[in-house]
């Protein structure tokens, strides 16, 4: 998505372009200081990084919540959780991208909202997926670096209600 080599990210992150090759194909998992460099130069959360396997995402692999991050220019830099479609589907893209509609750009407006307000937001937004209508309660709030600058918004989503269409099913959470 940046237009980098591998040996330019390495470069920038002062790491070997090996190691960072080996970071990029799943062998090695990069140490703290690491992870902070390369989301520097990345433009995303060095969190970003090591959320799989926190404890918190095994508690919440089934839960009707969808976690995100995206960066200044509101396209994806990680989710977790998302109903209908691979979470590497929505990286690098805009919610719009994903799909053009009244939810998808309820979402982007929020978000453009937390970025120039440089605060938390909650909202309730209706998504129509292909299995029906599912409505979140979005937080979302300004996603900081470790200096501080702000680098994008991070949502939490919970699923409050769902309705499909097809067999009239309305399920409240």
């Given at each position: ?30 140490s703290s200081e690491v992870t902070v460099k ?14 799989e396997e926190n404890p918190f995402s095994i ?65 309730v937004i209706s998504i129509p997926l292909k ?43």
């Amino acid at each position: 998505m940046k237009k980098m080599t591998q040996q330019e990210v390495a470069s920038k992150a002062f790491i070997e372009r090996s190691y960072y090759a080996q970071i990029e194909n799943g062998i090695r998992k990069p140490s703290s200081e690491v992870t902070v460099k390369l989301g520097e130069v990345l433009d995303f959360h060095a969190s970003s990084f090591n959320l799989e396997e926190n404890p918190f995402s095994i508690a919440l692999k089934n839960a009707p919540v969808v976690l995100a991050h995206c960066d200044t220019q509101l396209r994806y830099t990680w989710i977790f959780n998302t109903p209908d479609l691979v979470p590497d589907d929505h990286i690098g893209k805009t919610d719009i991208e994903l799909d053009n509609n009244e939810g998808n750009r309820a979402l982007m407006k929020l978000k453009e909202e937390v970025l120039e307000v440089k605060a938390p937001i909650n909202r309730v937004i209706s998504i129509p997926l292909k299995t029906g209508t599912i409505s979140y309660n979005v937080y979302a709030h300004p996603l900081l670096n470790e200096e501080g600058t702000l680098i994008g918004v991070a949502t939490a989503s919970t699923e409050i209600h769902i309705s499909n269409p097809k067999d009239g099913l309305n399920k409240h959470t």
